[in-house]
């Protein structure tokens, strides 16, 4: 099954396991405004309001559907896109500023991965700055399995396997930059976060 399809089959459940958002990404979006991107945007956790609209893009239309009444319930400006992380709908330099959670390693294909980085560069304006996480080996449940790993989440009886790349941080920090991002800072505890700059 295409991890598309495993997204939308698991949306309902995992929402309700991914309500809060990380406080880390409250503190880097209290200070922001204009246009934000949130790559990979989920059910829509990280949808806080801010001083004009946020952007969630996902490829999970089930996930979609969840983030738009995430946005409804709480009045949060947001526009919704159904879209690859690695071909983004926006024209270059559109957003202020973004955000791209624990989706990166996801995405099951290194070259989409790096492609996303890019697409991700390149809509964002000159100077901004974006959050960028990706799971840490040093999560307790993930530090013995392989760089590549499916991870099941079981839904009525049935598992559903999602697949997860494991970054070490040198080469999390390797791959921003070759894609052209500054590092303002990075650090690793159950996530590896990284601050960068256009």
């Known amino acids: 099954m295409k991890q598309q399809k495993i997204w939308d089959k698991i949306a309902r459940p995992w929402k309700s396991f991914r309500e809060k958002p990380l406080k880390e990404v409250e503190e880097f979006l209290s200070k922001k405004s204009g246009k934000v991107l949130d790559l990979g945007c989920g059910s829509g956790r990280h949808f806080l309001k801010i001083k004009d609209k ?3 893009v996902d490829f ?3 996930m979609l559907k969840l983030a738009e009444k995430h946005a ?3 009045k949060i400006n947001a526009e919704l896109v159904q879209a690859e992380a690695c071909k983004l709908p926006f024209k270059d ?3 202020d500023s973004a955000i791209f959670i624990a989706a990166l390693h996801c995405l099951p294909d290194s070259k989409k991965r790096k492609k996303s980085l890019e697409e991700l560069f390149r ?3 000159e100077g901004s700055h974006a959050m960028i996480t990706v799971w840490s080996r040093k999560q307790e449940r993930v530090k013995n399995k392989p760089k590549e790993a499916l991870i099941p989440w ?5 598992k ?3 697949y997860y790349y494991f970054y070490d941080k040198k080469e999390f920090e390797s791959l921003l930059k070759s ?7 990075l650090k690793e505890d159950r996530n590896i976060i990284a601050i960068v700059k256009k």
């Open 123 to 125: 809509v964002m304006k």
């Open 154 to 158: 079981t839904v009525d009886g049935k």
């Open 93 to 95: 330099d559109f957003f």
């Open 60 to 62: 999970s239309k089930e």
């Open 54 to 56: 946020i952007y969630g």
């Open 179 to 185: 894609v052209g991002f500054k590092i303002l800072s």
């Open 72 to 74: 409804k319930e709480n």
């Open 160 to 162: 559903y396997l999602r």
